[in-house]
């Protein structure tokens, strides 16, 4: 069975993002999600990929759209969550964006969440994350001088894998 984890950073009010870009710029934030992610296969929505623009070097790059005429040359394009975790390796990363976080959450053994410790202005949003389904396994808190905001790296477990 493949490992299905999710991985994003949220504001106080579970906000990822603001027409198709990222409200921050944190770069310890980047790095934690590099660390996470290298050498492992990343899934995202095609909204997600082209407010990358580019691949993520060193992983595998699947892109899930529901688009039958979306290509990119270089890509690994799936149509459907199982076609998706079929060209997976091992262990998956979910990237988002929100309507495929939806899509995922309830396949997904663990949440790698970013919280930070402020609000931001944006459009779309983290699931909620039922306490019922979900146990914070682990919370680190850090203060980033570079970004002068507090965040705090998170990491939920099902509650049925425990």
Same mark, same amino acid.
């Given at each position: 069975?493949?490992?299905?984890? *999710?991985?994003?950073?949220? +504001?106080? !009010?579970?906000?990822?993002? !603001? +027409?198709?870009?990222?409200?921050? !710029?944190?770069? =310890?934030? &980047?790095?934690? $999600? ?7 296969? #990343? ?8 407010? =990358? ?8 790059? *699947?892109?899930?759209?529901? !688009?039958?005429? $979306?290509?990119? @040359? %270089? ?6 969550? /199982? ?5 997976? +390796? @091992?262990?998956?990363? #979910? =990237? %988002?964006? @929100?309507?495929?976080?939806? /899509? ?11 919280? *930070? ?11 909620? *994350?039922?306490?019922?389904?979900? &146990?914070? /396994? ?5 203060? +980033? ?7 705090? $790296?998170?990491?939920?477990?099902? =509650? @049925?894998?425990?």
């Amino acid at each position: 069975m493949k490992k299905i984890y *999710i991985v994003s950073a949220v +504001d106080e !009010n579970y906000l990822i993002g !603001n +027409d198709n870009s990222l409200p921050w !710029n944190i770069e =310890i934030d &980047k790095k934690h $999600f590099r660390k996470l992610t290298l050498g492992k296969s #990343v899934i995202m929505g095609r909204k997600t990929f082209q407010s =990358i623009g580019k691949a993520l070097e060193e992983r595998k790059n *699947i892109i899930l759209t529901r !688009n039958t005429s $979306f290509s990119v @040359e %270089g890509y690994l394009i799936a149509h459907s969550i /199982e076609e998706a975790l079929n060209f997976a +390796d @091992e262990e998956v990363f #979910v =990237i %988002g964006g @929100e309507e495929i976080y939806k /899509e995922f959450l309830p396949l997904a053994q663990k949440i790698f969440l970013t919280k *930070i410790h402020a609000a931001f202005m944006g459009n779309k949003y983290f699931p909620e *994350i039922n306490k019922k389904d979900w &146990k914070l /396994e682990e919370s680190k808190k850090i203060f +980033d001088k570079k970004s002068n905001l507090f965040l705090e $790296f998170q990491i939920y477990k099902r =509650i @049925e894998d425990i």
